[in-house]
């Protein structure tokens, strides 16, 4: 599956988290599609081994996490075959489950920004460190697929966000949005 194909087929599946301090989840609304080597933008860019990257060269299905600016963790999928860094950064999610929960982790903030960014997804399902080279059909984080149906014209496709370092790899319409509707 082509990384661009890996960011739709994501999109209306629940990434669920089972902490010490309870169980969140939220429907996955936004991706980010990571095309590996030649892609500028991905952290495996020319093929860049390092401690931190090498979970991306894994086989699909594992959880790639890391600290962004010091400050905010950030949830990929793993999606490529071994040894080409393909993944899926899962940019927003709407809360489904566990609400009491991330109202409590995101205290003062509106529930409609729980989890609208990629560092606020985290922060509210408690996605951390602990969760980096994680099998994403594990017990504490996974992803299910509840037969939600997307329509057809419903996924706005943009250029991804952040990246204006990679060049015209910044400008591919590599970024995924599903506003449910109300």
Excluded at 33 to 52: C, E, K, L
Excluded at 61 to 72: E, S, T
Excluded at 116 to 131: M, N
Aim: net charge positive.
């Amino acid at each position: 599956m082509k990384p661009t194909q890996a960011a739709q087929f994501f999109l209306g599946k629940f990434l669920c988290v089972q902490e010490p301090d309870g169980y969140a989840e939220g429907i996955i609304t936004e991706t980010e599609a990571y095309g590996g080597v030649r892609d500028a933008a991905s952290h495996g860019f020319g093929n860049r081994r390092t401690d931190r990257t090498e979970i991306m060269f894994a086989p699909g299905g594992a959880a790639y996490v890391y600290l962004c600016y010091g400050m905010h963790w950030m949830f990929n999928i793993v999606t490529g075959p071994l040894n080409s860094p393909e993944a899926v950064l899962v940019r927003a999610v709407q809360i489904t489950g566990g609400k009491e929960l991330v109202r409590r982790r995101r205290r003062g903030v509106a529930e409609k920004d729980w989890a609208s960014g990629p560092g606020r997804v985290c922060a509210a399902l408690g996605i951390g460190r602990h969760h980096n080279r994680g099998d994403l059909l594990g017990e504490t984080i996974w992803i299910e697929d509840r037969g939600v149906k997307i329509p057809r014209g419903a996924v706005k496709r943009t250029p991804r966000i952040g990246v204006d370092y990679a060049g015209i790899w910044a400008l591919k319409p590599w970024r995924f949005v599903w506003e449910i509707p109300k």
